[in-house]
């Protein structure tokens, strides 16, 4: 794999969003953004100067121009502390600009402007710095874009400190250091080679050559699976098998059995036999997918042999719904990545991708009846209409191909729904609404303008219009929109959204896989919505709806009925529910997400259970896998939810959440103790938790490497505690489950690093390889490592550290400067720590 986002230090991807797009040497106009302070003033605000430096031979004039950025999503910024020369405003969402006030007197060469940009939200990574900025000139009445150089200050180490209040410990190397003193490294047998975990594994004395398989027999209803079969053989041994109805007579046969297994009600469940006979998979057609992955998991790995203990596996999972979401909306991920994610996903068992591809600020499918969705949606750039994608995330004046701009044609999405229906996986298309939906929003009024431009009637224009022109509502979504919300008090609205499950329908028609359930967001509405809208406050008074929140419900109920009638499931995220009158539990799921320790929401998924709702429990503290691994300025990602390792996904207890004791996001615990009087699943509730999902939020991510570096090997952790039985035995509680998941966890860390991380690498998958934890006693340096089974290697600071630098096996004296780094099989390292005879702090090493 070798690729340059592994093993390039962190410090470097936080720079490379302020980097610009040309050599920085011929700019004219250099841009610097460096973070000062949180809790910078008695507001509690986060301090940043921007400096605006004239490097070049044009003058920045009094007038004429304005600067465009993208802030850290979801803050304010203070607009009266930024000075007087300049005028700042939020365009929209995360878009600000900023122009000259009266008092500005201009920039000559040399010449330096410094803003103080206050927010109400802390800075401690360098993924939270702005990013995206562009000029606009005004030249003799026609507009120049002009992209200046952009660099952004280093942070150090402390500055990852939300608050004064903040006591949750920045990760450093002692830190981890004492983090995996637990781990020691084992010898791997059939059992713990195989993630998620099998139900039962009985090894036999036998050895077996898995490369000696000449043909796989199976009948007319397993040719798909054996199709995937010969797919993966053929990948692992560079062998072609042969597809046979009958065995030929050798001992050389795969064989693939379609029988329900004896020993559970689950179709997924399957039963891998393998002896000097030869293999067997027998199962349901699901079950036999799942044989196949787990005799793939016992496929060699680099440097293995491809001989394996005679075994027999039953196998069957806990939960029925084991899914991952993934954001493409906000940034845009290739039908290539999907296909790597669901080809992984489905090594690791998971079944569902719920594929969040609308929101605010990207709309990624095509669908024939509505092209303008596309038109407006599939690309972001400075806006030239009403209806514009504006930039966000960074995207600049004109996007980027493949992350800010990209949609899925109709025959990506089929061929995305039919490479994961060979893999058991159902795709969940999410077009989230009554909020997240601005472009919805704009491409429907844009239709209707353009319709009455070709002399159609109002009537037609206007079949599926999504605002009332009238509302003037005031309100700010989360993300900072004002504009994102459709109108629940017209037939039109419902119109576009029952054409939107038609549409998908015929998609999913056309690729031969049915269209089960359709998720239609809720979540986020905004306070102030609707209250100003004239149609709605007609519609109110009609239907004798007493307020917002009636009106909330109503909608929440038409929506319910609309997928009803259209025969698809309904998903939703819960909170739709927080404030929803008379909605129905028949044909709905609910998506639970909002469970953040110390908030007071950490049993509304259990509540929703034992009312009689089905639940997909998507835990923010723990399954949000935007969610940074760790509380350090190099480590990108979000934090408002926890900060959420590898060892955290791990450790999640769906139905016991307060059975152990939780972290808090700003230091402390809240303990069993405390939490003692949360609502617990009843009977009837563990009965409506149908399974977990992990989500993948994409406002930081600029590129599939990011993708893969936030959730491998955090999804593996997913779906190991998806598939796997309860930890808990009993009514254990505290140190009794904790002591039971040390010992787990070694064992999964053992798999992880001896085996999973360079199995992934084999694939050209990124990942997170974790820096080595480190120690200095008496002059000398001792390092270990968060997966046994990775290689620590070291070297001086003045020589280059990789595969073949010196491999660590003992203390290493400290009389200069040292670099360490762990290494997979493959040559890809993590970060690089060095440590010096006279400073033991961390340095990041280019």
């Known amino acids: 794999m070798n690729k340059l986002f592994t093993y390039l230090p962190l410090l470097l991807i936080g720079l490379a969003s302020c980097m610009g797009s040309k050599d920085s040497t011929k700019k004219d106009i250099a841009i610097h953004w460096q973070q000062k302070a949180n809790e910078a003033n008695e507001q509690h605000e986060s301090l940043a100067t921007l400096t605006i430096k004239n490097i070049g031979g044009i003058d920045l004039n009094k007038k004429g121009w304005a600067l465009y950025f993208n802030n850290k999503p979801c803050t304010q910024v203070n607009i009266n502390a930024i000075g007087d020369e300049v005028i700042i405003k939020r365009i929209n969402g995360d878009f600000f600009e900023i122009t000259p006030s009266d008092k500005f007197q201009g920039l000559t060469k040399g010449d330096s402007l410094v803003l103080d940009l206050y927010t109400n939200s802390p800075v401690i990574k360098y993924s939270d710095q702005a990013n995206g900025f562009y000029f606009i000139f005004d030249k003799e009445g026609k507009k120049e874009f002009y992209e200046p150089s952009v660099s952004c200050g280093l942070m150090t180490p402390e500055m990852a400190k939300m608050s004064d209040d903040d006591t949750y410990e920045i990760e450093n190397e002692f830190i981890r250091y004492d983090k995996n003193k637990q781990l020691s490294k084992i010898t791997l047998n059939t059992k713990s080679k195989i993630i998620p975990t099998p139900l039962k594994v009985s090894d036999g004395k036998g050895k077996v050559d898995l490369a000696q398989f000449t043909e796989i027999v199976a009948d007319a209803s397993t040719q798909k699976q054996a199709q995937l079969l010969k797919a993966y053989y053929k990948e692992a041994f560079n062998k072609d098998l042969k597809v046979v109805e009958k065995a030929t007579g050798t001992a050389t046969s795969i064989v693939l059995s379609n029988k329900k297994a004896s020993f559970s009600n689950s179709d997924e469940a399957y039963t891998l036999n393998i002896s000097k006979n030869g293999v067997q998979i027998l199962g349901s057609s699901k079950g036999i997918v799942y044989g196949i992955q787990s005799l793939r998991a016992?496929?060699?790995?680099?440097?293995?042999s491809s001989i394996v203990t005679e075994t027999r596996i039953q196998d069957a999972p806990r939960f029925g719904y084991r899914g991952f979401m993934i954001d493409v909306a906000r940034n845009f991920q290739t039908k290539e990545t999907i296909l790597h994610l669901l080809d992984i996903m489905g090594f690791y068992k998971m079944n569902t991708l719920h594929f969040h591809i609308t929101d605010d600020e990207g709309w990624r499918i095509e669908l024939e009846r509505f092209p303008e969705l596309i038109e407006i949606g599939s690309s972001r750039k400075h806006p030239d209409s009403p209806y514009a994608t504006i930039p966000s995330y960074g995207s600049g004046p004109k996007g980027t191909e493949g992350v800010s701009n990209g949609y899925y044609t109709t025959q990506d999405y089929i061929e995305i729904l039919q490479y994961a229906q060979a893999r058991n996986i159902e795709v969940i298309p999410e077009v989230d609404m009554p909020g997240h939906a601005r472009i919805a929003i704009n491409a429907m009024a844009y239709r209707a303008e353009k319709l009455k431009k070709e002399g159609k009637s109002d009537a037609e224009a206007n079949e599926f219009l999504l605002n009332d022109p009238n509302d003037k509502s005031e309100y700010s979504s989360v993300?900072?929109?004002?504009?994102?919300?459709?109108?629940?008090?017209?037939?039109?609205?419902?119109?576009?959204?029952?054409?939107?499950?038609?549409?998908?329908?015929?998609?999913?028609?056309?690729?031969?896989?049915?269209?089960q359930t359709i998720h239609f967001g809720g979540d986020e509405v905004a306070h102030g919505v609707w209250e100003k809208s004239p149609l709605c406050a007609e519609f109110m008074k009609e239907n004798k709806l007493k307020d917002i929140e009636a009106l909330k419900g109503y909608y929440a109920v038409r929506v319910a009925n609309l997928a009803k009638k259209n025969n698809v499931k309904l998903q939703l995220w819960d909170d739709i529910l927080h404030h929803a009158e008379g909605m129905s539990p028949n044909n709905l799921t609910l998506n639970a997400w909002d469970n953040s320790w110390g908030t007071g929401t950490e049993d509304f998924g259990y509540k929703r259970a034992n009312e009689g709702y089905d639940v997909i429990l998507t835990s923010v503290?723990?399954?949000y896998l935007d969610m940074a691994y760790t509380k350090e300025v190099d480590e990108p990602g979000f934090y408002w939810g926890d900060y959420?390792?590898?060892?955290n996904v791990f450790n999640y207890l769906p139905t016991h959440f307060f059975s152990i004791d939780h972290k808090l996001r700003t230091g402390g615990k809240v303990t069993?103790?405390?939490?003692?009087?949360?609502?617990?699943?009843?009977?009837?509730?563990?009965?409506?938790?149908?399974?977990?999902?992990?989500?993948?939020?994409?406002?930081?991510?600029?590129?599939?490497?990011?993708?893969?570096?936030m959730i491998y090997p955090k999804l593996i952790a997913l779906a190991h505690r998806a598939w796997v039985p309860s930890v808990v035995k009993g009514n254990e509680t505290g140190k009794a489950i904790e002591k039971n998941l040390d010992a787990k966890w070694n064992v999964f860390a053992n798999t992880v690093g001896q085996r999973d991380m360079n199995r992934l690498a084999s694939w050209g998958r990124n990942y997170r390889i974790p820096p080595v934890g480190l120690q200095v006693n008496k002059g000398e340096v001792e390092a270990n490592i968060a997966y046994p089974g990775l290689t620590i290697r070291y070297a001086s600071s003045e020589e280059s550290l990789d595969e073949n630098s010196p491999e660590y096996t003992h203390a290493v004296k400290l009389d200069?400067?040292?670099?360490?780094?762990?290494?997979?099989?493959?040559?890809?390292?993590?970060?690089?720590?060095?440590?010096?005879?006279?400073?033991?702090?961390?340095k990041k090493t280019l």
Request: glycine share 6%.
């Open 298 to 304: 016992l496929f060699p790995v680099k440097g293995e």
């Open 672 to 709: 069993v103790e405390e939490l003692k009087d949360k609502e617990k699943l009843t009977k009837k509730g563990l009965s409506h938790i149908k399974g977990i999902q992990g989500a993948m939020w994409s406002e930081t991510l600029k590129s599939s490497d990011r993708l893969e570096y």
């Open 621 to 623: 503290s723990s399954l």
């Open 816 to 842: 200069k400067p040292m670099q360490f780094a762990a290494f997979d099989k493959y040559g890809n390292k993590s970060r690089v720590i060095t440590v010096s005879p006279t400073t033991i702090l961390p």
């Open 644 to 647: 959420n390792d590898t060892r």
């Open 479 to 515: 993300q900072g929109f004002d504009d994102n919300t459709i109108c629940p008090c017209q037939e039109s609205s419902y119109n576009f959204m029952d054409a939107l499950v038609l549409e998908f329908q015929k998609l999913y028609k056309k690729a031969g896989v049915p269209l």
